[in-house]
């Protein structure tokens, strides 16, 4: 008797795309292929932007959204998911509502505001609705230190401590975990501060220095999501494997000469090796 074939780990994204590949829906395709699963997405939005910037969103209609979702979970059985950029509420309303009727597993939300290059990526009356509907959805979110204040209403967290504080808040508000990441802080160590229901653990990296900035949110919050479709059950183990493959995306990406701008990482590099 054959046994039974071993299940197939699959990802979904649903975010916005990049045309210059460095971020959103081609980042995380990326990043899931180099960690070894197979990835799948609903596409939220389109954008017209390169290394310089975003010259113009256009967000894909909300029926559109559904449909895409609807159809793909008709035949495809995936194993986790996160979401991306969103770009207004009636996304977001979208989003959360396939998120309460399917089962996708596992869901890290990257609550995507705003680009690299500093162009808006989230309407601010949708972070109301990031924060009511989607944070009580989430196995895990992953703000930066920009977004995190943004949802709490708060000022800028001014070190480890205060990170610390506004991760407990955000699962106090819903968030079954939250990792407020320290990339945009100062110092030569790169800390993300990770808090789940049992306790707080710091993930530390030294900082890199690189032009080469692009898309690391969203390779990062990608990257959980790819080991949480393998089957890791330890949010903690998830994080650290994610970082380690960040900070090696980063590092060989200082190289890559894409673009006049922020260039993308090295999702890829391991497989050019």
């Known amino acids: 008797m054959t046994s039974p074939r071993p299940k197939t780990p699959i990802a979904l994204t649903m975010a916005g795309s990049d045309p210059s590949g460095g971020a959103g829906i081609q980042a995380d395709l990326k990043t899931f292929t180099a960690l070894g699963v197979y990835g799948t997405t609903v596409i939220t939005a389109l954008t017209a932007q390169n290394t310089l910037g975003v010259t113009a969103v256009e967000p894909v209609a909300p029926a559109f959204i559904a449909l895409e979702a609807e159809t793909l979970l008709a035949d495809v059985e995936v194993t986790a998911a996160k979401t991306g950029m969103l770009g207004d509420t009636a996304t977001v309303v979208t989003v959360a509502g396939l998120l309460r009727r399917f089962e996708f597993g596992p869901i890290v939300v990257d609550p995507v505001m705003v680009a690299t290059s500093g162009d808006v990526l989230l309407a601010p009356d949708a972070i109301s609705a990031v924060r009511n509907l989607l944070l009580p959805l989430a196995t895990l979110i992953t703000p930066n230190l920009h977004e995190a204040a943004r949802l709490l209403d708060e000022p800028l967290a001014n070190g480890v401590e205060e990170m610390e504080r506004q ?66 059950t330890q949010l903690d183990a998830a994080v650290a494997r994610a970082k380690d493959y960040l900070s090696q995306a980063l590092d060989a990406g200082r190289t890559l000469r894409v673009g006049r701008g922020k260039g993308p990482v090295d999702h890829l590099h391991a497989l050019r090796r």
Not at 199 to 225: D, F, K, V
Request: hydrophobic content about 40%; overall charge neutral.
């Open 167 to 232: 991760a407990r808040e955000l699962v106090a508000r819903g968030a079954r975990a939250a990792l407020v990441k320290g990339g945009h802080a100062s110092g030569e160590m790169a800390v993300d501060v990770l808090v789940t229901a049992t306790g707080i653990s710091h993930h530390a990296a030294p900082r890199i220095e690189t032009q080469n900035t692009h898309g690391t949110g969203c390779t990062l919050s990608a990257a959980i999501t790819a080991e949480l479709a393998k089957g890791e």
